[in-house]
Nanobody, 126 residues
Framework: QVQLVESGGGLVQAGGSLRLSCAAS????????MGWFRQAPGKEREFVAG????????RYADSVKGRFTISRDNAKNTVYLQMNSLNPEDTAVYYC???????????????????WGQGTQVTVSS
């Protein structure tokens, strides 16, 4: 069993920054691939970024490359998403998720992830 709790969301103006955190408890966080996804109103949930258990591999959606950075601190059982140069199209509920496998490349598929947090709202105003 894994529990994930996201924090750090909020309202920010276009061009601003936010850092999301996801605190994990339960099964062996340090051995799991982690991912961030988002879901905007009326749209499907989509992959944003992922990171392997040892931080050796990261992967980003094209829409966030160069603006977002995923990282993790296994000693703190926490994964982060630093979001810069935000624009209104980034408005969504952001979810972290854990893949209990030790994939060499983080998966973009929702079905690959086993546990999900409740999400944190990010709103970017123009």
């Amino acid at each position: 069993q894994v529990q994930l709790v996201e924090s750090g969301g909020g309202l920010v103006q276009a061009g601003g920054s936010l850092r999301l955190s996801c605190a994990a408890s339960g099964r062996a966080f340090s051995r799991n691939t982690m991912g961030w996804f988002r879901q905007a109103p009326g749209k499907e949930r989509e992959f944003v970024a992922g990171i392997t258990w040892n931080s050796a591999g990261t992967r980003y959606a094209d829409s966030v490359k160069g603006r977002f950075t995923i990282s993790r601190d296994n000693a703190k059982n926490t994964v982060y998403l630093q979001m810069n140069s935000l624009n209104p199209e980034d408005t969504a509920v952001y979810y972290c998720a854990t893949d209990l496998g030790r994939s060499l490349i983080p998966s973009t598929r929702i079905s690959q992830y086993d546990y999900w947090g409740q999400g944190t709202q990010v709103t970017v105003s123009s």
